[in-house]
């Protein structure tokens, strides 16, 4: 946990929250405020990379790369609404750069300065009461964003931060840890794959009995929400970002 | 091994449609899966046991030529014999020779998936030489013609009524014998093989380099007997087997086994150094130690590919695999199957055919977690993507899918500018209009309709930019 409070930080919202998700950017920028932090945006960002990057195409997440590192390179924290994009940054930009050395020394230095939402609120906020509630009476089940969990090593502060709202416990799912099956373009190369693997999740969601899935990446909310809503099944998705601005009074 | 990668697409479909194979496949999770997370949190130590075990692969990998040199020196100091086969042909030629030599009629085997490669009980079986797999699993399979659908358990997906059919053709046992019958059925046969039998053939789990000592680890007692009983030893490797000191076993089998099965150790360790010796009343005369390389030197010469050959063949990863649990393992199409099969397979065969291999997974790292000697391959899945789309495997620069690359151009010119992402956001939402329903896109044109035959599409919106914008003001 970091000794010093930051007072502001600049927020990354990720392209799929810019164009289809803005209310969860929205949220994260309340939270941070209420927080007393300040929230600063950066016009020009548009998108980390990964998804040319996941299909191979690294070419074409190179210069997004670089515009990355340029906007943000200077600022201290970066918080970002997505466990996702923020791997993208702390991990595989040193895939992206392994045979440049010069970019390859500021993907080392902004690492450290990158946050996904739930780690910055719980490691580096410190996060441990809210005065908040559960005022629309949620019952909660929680998915574990791949990415956050396995190349983040973010397991715990998702949870505790839902934990902490009085009167909102975790109902949890069985296999809340296993891939939802979004997985970028493998979506699409692959739908019969994936199809099986979200209505595993499905299945799983039901099974608990939960009214509300939240998780960490809009992502992989976009996915599962897509899943329940083409079967009709009656489960919101919202993102934790949604979640705590909607309790935290 | 015939290579049928090309045809993973089709192969996962029909898979996914077999309900009685599913149900197989959803208990991996729950069983091995589980009893390898459940055994590595009892495990004292369990991340030291990893990191020490990942440092002792990458150490000997790095300096496999001083460490296959040492095997051999000592093998051959003990009594056995070596040879290096460059491919599965050579390995298979070598074989051949010895049963030759031997006069060999009938063939035990132990498991070994590198025999799989070499398609060794067909070349055997050209030169009427009968080899029969020990390996209850392996038995199945090869009484049914078929190849391992898994590492560890070759058999996984076949049903109990499957077993007792396949029994019943080949041992006569009747078609509602119980399970105790019909394993005391395959017992009893193979028992007289294994008296019968000229010759032994095993793969190897680790081969020790300091000492020159094969380990074997089963729960059928199948490798001890198959390293014992007959007169001849022929021990088959993947040259990455090597760990160089006996102290080294303590680590990796505790990590191996329990891994693979969840159990803390096997019901058999076998160890054998060299043939039998003038003091001891048991083993074979003659031992043969083939080491085979069979495309590993590639793997070995690409740094971004040199850490596959870190791995002790556990089959947690397949276990742990959402991808691997939903298209099983003849999918894959070559003898590897699973995440580290996505990356074995294609390059110990051709990586072009192969290409769907890399790309069929979700990257979700559940094998990273997974895997004993923590090899990551999420990394090496998209090191062989980005060598598909953009580098070595393509020689002819013809794009695989000219769709998906003219998408990813005109992408990749919208995001770098702002400006631009607003007008394809204003446009857009133009388009999209007569296509939204209840706030949903629900059935898109293809190749956008893969998403919608599962899920509905989130419509764009008025961009997060623009409304900050306006809240601002």
Known sequence: MSNVTPDRVSLFVTCVVDQFYPEVGEATTAILRKLGIDVEFIESQTCCGQPAFNTGYWKEARPLALKFLDEYGEKPYIVMPSGSCASMVKVFYEELFQNDAETLRRVHDIGPKVYELSEFLADVIGVNNLPASNKSGRKVTYHEACHLRRELGAVTQARSLINTVPGMDIVEMEQAEVCCGFGGTFAVKYPEISGAMLQDKIDNIRDSEADTVVACDSTCLMHIAGGLEKQNVPVECVHLAQLLDEAIE | ?473
Request: aromatic share 8%.
């Open chain 2, 1 to 473: 091994m015939t290579s049928t990668t090309k045809n993973f697409k089709s192969a996962a479909k029909t898979v996914i449609k077999d309900t009685e194979v599913q149900s197989h496949l959803k208990g991996l999770y729950s069983g091995f899966n589980m009893a390898r997370i459940h055994e590595a949190e009892a495990t004292p130590n369990w991340e030291d046991l990893q990191n020490r075990a990942q440092a002792i692969k990458f150490h000997t990998i790095e300096n496999l030529d001083y460490y296959l040199d040492m095997a051999a020196t000592n093998v051959e100091k003990a009594g056995g014999q070596v040879y290096f086969a460059k491919d599965a042909a050579a390995a298979s030629e070598y074989v051949l020779k010895v049963a030759k030599e031997n006069g060999v009629r009938t063939v035990i085997k132990g498991k070994s998936m590198i025999s799989e490669e070499m398609e060794l009980n067909q070349q055997l079986a050209e030169k009427e030489i009968e080899a029969i797999e020990t390996d209850l699993g392996e038995y199945l399979i090869q009484l049914a013609g078929q190849t391992p659908y898994h590492i560890i358990v070759p058999a996984i997906h076949m049903s109990r009524g499957e077993v007792a059919e396949i029994l019943s053709d080949n041992l006569g046992t009747p078609k509602d014998a119980t399970i105790e019958e019909m394993a005391g059925a395959a017992r009893d046969e193979l028992r007289d093989k294994f008296v019968q039998a000229d010759m032994g053939i095993t793969g190897a789990n680790f081969l020790v380099a300091e000492t020159g000592t094969l380990t074997l680890v089963t729960n059928e007692g199948n490798g001890r007997m198959s390293t014992s009983m007959p007169k001849t030893h022929i021990a088959i490797m993947g040259m990455e087997k090597i760990v160089p000191s006996m102290e080294d076993m303590g680590i990796f089998l505790r990590l191996l086994i329990r891994s693979a099965t969840g159990q803390r150790i096997s019901s058999y360790v076998t160890q054998v150094t060299g043939p039998r010796a003038s003091e001891e009343e048991d083993g074979p005369d003659e031992f043969h130690l083939v080491i085979v390389d069979n495309g590993r030197t590639k793997m070995l010469a690409d740094p971004n590919l040199r850490e596959a050959l870190n791995c002790i063949r556990c089959g947690a990863c397949l276990n742990a695999c959402p991808v691997y649990r939903k298209v099983g393992g003849h999918s894959y199409g070559w003898v590897y199957s699973g995440p580290i099969g996505a990356i074995v397979s294609p390059v110990l065969t051709n990586v072009p055919d192969a290409k769907d291999l890399p790309y069929a997974s979700s990257l979700c790292g559940a094998c990273k977690e997974a895997c004993p000697v923590k090899i990551n391959i999420p990394r090496m899945l998209l090191y062989l993507r980005n060598e598909l789309t953009e580098g070595n495997y393509d020689p002819t620069r013809k794009k695989s899918s000219i769709g998906e690359f003219i998408a990813f151009k005109g992408w990749g010119l919208i995001v770098k500018d702002p400006v631009f992402m607003r007008i394809a956001n204003w446009l857009g939402r133009l388009g999209q209009w007569p296509l939204v329903r209840a706030g949903q896109l629900r059935n898109l044109p293809p190749p956008l309709s893969a998403w919608t035959r599962y899920r509905t599409f989130p419509r764009l919106v008025k961009p997060f930019r623009d409304r900050w914008k306006s809240n601002e003001q």
